[in-house]
């Protein structure tokens, strides 16, 4: 397609309020496991997990942020990358955590890898958005996104909105805003539900398994002993411009578009998940 072949542009907002700032991972993140398979190199600007037969590995943010737009370049595992799972997201901790997720799903050799989304809010999830890419993700370095700010949470490929969630309180349905999130990335092993609902198992043979990170940049508000950066969190301050950041018409109609062309799944949809009724915040009347 011809919107595949086009380079998306990336908006930006000159004056924010940058907290962590692109290209250093011995700054902003910890690897947490993996038992030597993460490695920082480059003199900080890439890290890269690894998976085996054995372990996966995985990092997390140094800083919690409370509201945030939040990029990261990734490079997915080539090859058969069937049974893989590489996940991105923002977590907070505890039985009532909220979480907003990018998870990339392998493939077999040729197929197209799954962008699987998923928003969590008090606990609850249940609210997946599936996608194909227009592009090969493991052939080089592309932006995944996170805006999150108290009206919306965006994700976004390349500049590109592919999914919104709008805080929809009003209808009773609970937004995360009120618990601090860090960043988390892990590679591992998930052949028993994640490529064709477990069907094609992990392939031992082309491991280890690589996935590449690079370029993070979080213009956030980052949290400290329950004191927020961003002070009394003021939209109106031109450095917190994105605290109150919405989708123009032309990202409205991109969203659409790429919605109508690239997803897959759509918890919106499935009336057979939801025989009682789709959950609220999908009705947007």
């Known amino acids: 397609m011809a919107f595949s072949r086009v380079a998306l542009l990336i908006c930006t907002v000159i004056g924010y309020f940058v907290i962590a700032s692109a290209g250093n991972f011995y700054q902003d993140f910890d690897i947490t496991w993996g038992d030597g398979r993460a490695k920082i190199l480059n003199n900080g600007e890439l890290l890269t997990l690894s998976l085996d ?9 140094k800083n919690e942020y409370l509201f945030g737009k939040i990029d990261m370049q990734l490079k997915l595992v080539p090859g058969n990358s069937a049974g893989t799972v590489t996940a991105y997201y923002l977590s907070s901790k505890g039985a009532t955590w909220d979480e907003i997720d990018f ?31 227009w ?3 493991t052939a080089d370095f592309h932006t995944y996104s996170i805006l999150w700010n108290p009206q919306r949470i965006v994700f976004s490929v390349d500049g590109s909105p592919i999914r919104e969630f709008k805080n929809m309180e009003s209808k009773g349905v609970p937004f995360p805003k009120n618990q601090a999130m860090r960043i ?5 092993n998930a052949d028993d539900w994640a490529t064709r609902g477990g069907l094609v198992k992990t392939d031992w043979t082309q491991a280890p398994f690589t996935a590449s990170y690079r370029n993070f940049n979080a213009n956030a508000c980052t949290v400290s002993s329950g004191t927020s950066s961003c002070g009394s969190n003021n939209p109106s301050s ?5 605290l109150s950041e919405e989708l123009d018409s032309t990202n409205q109609e991109r969203l659409k578009w790429l919605q109508k062309n690239y997803m897959i799944y759509n918890y919106c949809s499935d009336t057979q998940r939801f025989p009682q009724g789709l959950p609220p915040e999908c009705n947007t009347a």
């Open 135 to 137: 592009f090969d993700p």
């Open 238 to 242: 031109s450095n917190n411009a994105w």
């Open 184 to 188: 988390y990335s892990s590679l591992w």
């Open 103 to 133: 998870e990339f799903l392998g493939n077999l050799s040729g197929e197209p890898y799954i962008l699987h989304t998923n928003v969590f809010s008090q606990g609850k999830g249940n609210r997946e958005q599936q996608f194909y890419l």
């Open 53 to 61: 037969k054995a372990s996966g590995s995985g990092f997390q943010s």
